[in-house]
């Protein structure tokens, strides 16, 4: 079956724009994770989706939105965009979202460039 | 401040030899998974521990989780330069629909 999908895998923005990256998960995982990687800090949670409902989320500013369709597919939304925000975007699927059994699976990412 | 710690943060080996990675936190968590990730992809998830004590074998990769579930190690046997990437610990907590990432072991094994 198809893994998570993340789009588009490369995108440079400037200092003030916003940006949308979008994330198909793999088909029946409704819950959807988004992390944020970078050399510094790693991998830090940003929030979660289950059923287009946010269950969780992580302590970044409310510059940073996310969405999930009735399809499952979520998108994150970056407005006001910093150099700070250069990272690695992952997504990443999970069946119910509880991973004290099966983990995540995680989409290649999307790596923003922010200058 | 890691609320989980990785040890050591780099480490370069020859092909053949043992290595083991920590991962430690004073957190207590409901399980513990292993990741590897490589270069312009996502991580790949290689095991998820849940009980205290409890020991996993994956081929070559031996995994481990502490008695008091605050830590884990992760041993790699006569290591091969496919082993070579990032390894990342993450820890669940409570009712585990979140991960909390340690900072990560960068293993480079050499022909």
């Known amino acids: 079956k198809a893994g998570v999908t993340q789009t588009p895998r490369y995108l440079i923005k400037t200092r003030g724009q916003q940006v949308t990256l979008s994330c198909s998960p793999i088909?029946?995982?409704?819950?959807v994770s988004w992390y944020q990687q970078t050399p510094g800090q790693g991998l830090q949670f940003l929030f979660e989706?289950?059923?287009?409902?946010?269950?969780n989320k992580g302590n970044f500013p409310g510059r940073f939105s996310g969405r999930q369709f009735s399809n499952s597919r979520s998108e994150m939304n970056v407005s006001t965009l910093e150099l700070g925000d250069s990272a690695l975007y992952l997504c990443?699927?999970?069946?119910?979202?509880?991973?004290?059994?099966?983990?995540?699976?995680f989409g290649s990412g999307t790596r923003l460039t922010v200058v | 401040t890691q609320l989980l710690e990785q040890s050591p943060q780099f480490l370069s080996i020859q092909e053949g030899e043992n290595l083991t990675v920590y991962c430690n936190s004073s957190s207590v968590f409901s399980s513990l998974q292993w990741y590897r990730q490589e270069p312009g992809e996502g991580p790949v998830l290689l095991v998820t521990?849940?009980?205290?004590?409890e020991v996993k074998k994956l081929k070559r990769l031996t995994f481990q989780f502490g008695d008091a579930r605050k830590d884990s190690s992760l041993h790699i046997t006569a290591a091969q330069p496919g082993d070579t990437g990032l390894y990342l610990c993450?820890?669940?907590?409570?009712?585990?629909?979140?991960?909390?990432f340690g900072g990560g072991t960068r293993l480079m094994v050499k022909p």
């Open positions: 989706y289950f059923s287009e409902t946010q269950r």
């Open positions: 088909s029946g995982h409704r819950s």
């Open positions: 521990v849940v009980t205290g004590g």
């Open positions: 993450a820890g669940a907590q409570n009712a585990g629909n979140m991960l909390t």
């Open positions: 990443a699927s999970s069946f119910s979202g509880k991973l004290n059994r099966y983990g995540y699976t």
